[in-house]
């Protein structure tokens, strides 16, 4: 299938790792322009490097800006200002009791998985508008509806995202743009992976038996009952970014294993 994304330029915060990274891979894969960030040019380089190094021919950069820093967003204006997709992925999380978290980790969650993203749109929604074509995809978390309560602060912000993504669908009625949001379950990025290493070895168990002990243990509810790879949620984020995608506006997709069940 030609997803039609040769012409297309992206932008995707937080994307010199993880699930970031991985749509990154695939939109390249696609043919389209692609902009990754992170928070150093250290960070950025490498990452540009290695995705060089497997398409070498491909057309890509890296900024440099760190979303905690409201100077560091507002100098991506003219970078970005003609993108026509943007993808607000960018998110940081913690696990932590109610009672222990302080308002500064709260301010900074909402201030980098939220505003980040009201900041980047209020940057290229106008141009996407006046193109008449545009896509903005927020990366939400199961943590949004199922809020466990060790994540009290990083579900609400992601429950914000949704608000903040419908209502800017809603800016769109009529015209070729759409903003839609995904909704991943647990997914096996690299911290991901180094997180369940580190529990294997306290606990002197293999890394198979720890990621199976989450989902009969913690996760409960997830009908995939595995972590998600990077792929199954890069590809459909490729997919939204398509102009393939143009029925589907104002959407939460989940791609979260079922683990937060209804029928919608
Ligand atoms: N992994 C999961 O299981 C999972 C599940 C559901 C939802 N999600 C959501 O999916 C998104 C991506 O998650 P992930 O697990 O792939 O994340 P991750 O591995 O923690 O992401 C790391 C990336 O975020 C960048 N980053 C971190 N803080 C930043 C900041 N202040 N400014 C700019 N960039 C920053 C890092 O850049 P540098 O290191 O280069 O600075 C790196 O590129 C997040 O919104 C997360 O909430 C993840």
């Known amino acids: 299938m030609d997803l039609q994304l040769q012409d297309k330029s992206v932008f995707i915060s937080g994307s010199t790792s993880g699930i970031?990274?991985?749509i990154a891979s695939w939109l390249l894969k696609e043919g389209a322009s692609v902009i990754i960030n992170g928070r150093t040019d250290a960070s950025v380089q490498m990452a540009v490097d290695k995705l060089k190094d497997t398409y070498p021919s491909y057309k890509l950069k890296g900024i440099a800006a760190d979303f905690k820093r409201h100077a560091d967003i507002m100098s991506l204006k003219e970078e970005l200002t003609d993108v026509d997709v943007l993808i607000n992925n960018v998110?940081?999380?913690?696990?932590?009791?109610?009672?222990?978290?302080?308002?500064?980790?709260w301010l900074e969650q909402f201030e980098v998985n939220v505003m980040s993203g009201v900041r980047l749109s209020r940057m290229v929604l106008p141009t996407m508008l006046s193109k008449d074509w545009g896509r903005i995809i927020f990366v939400s978390s199961e943590c949004a509806s199922l809020?466990?309560?060790?994540?009290?602060?990083?579900?609400?912000?992601?429950s914000a995202m949704h608000a903040v993504s419908r209502g800017l669908a809603h800016m769109t009625k009529g015209t070729g743009v759409t903003v839609n949001t995904i909704m991943p379950g647990s997914t096996l990025t690299e911290g991901a992976e180094s997180f369940l290493a580190q529990v294997a070895a306290t606990e002197n168990k293999s890394v198979e038996d720890v990621s199976a002990d989450f989902f009969t243990e913690v996760r409960t509810s997830s009908l995939l009952q595995r972590f998600a790879s990077v792929d199954e949620i890069a590809s459909t984020v490729c997919y939204l970014a398509s102009p393939l995608s143009s029925a589907t506006n104002g959407a939460t997709i989940k791609l979260e294993g079922g683990s937060t069940g209804g029928i919608l």
């Open 20 to 22: 970031g990274f991985g």
């Open 91 to 105: 998110g940081i999380y913690s696990s932590e009791s109610f009672f222990s978290i302080t308002d500064e980790t």
């Open 147 to 158: 809020v466990p309560e060790d994540m009290i602060s990083y579900s609400t912000t992601k």
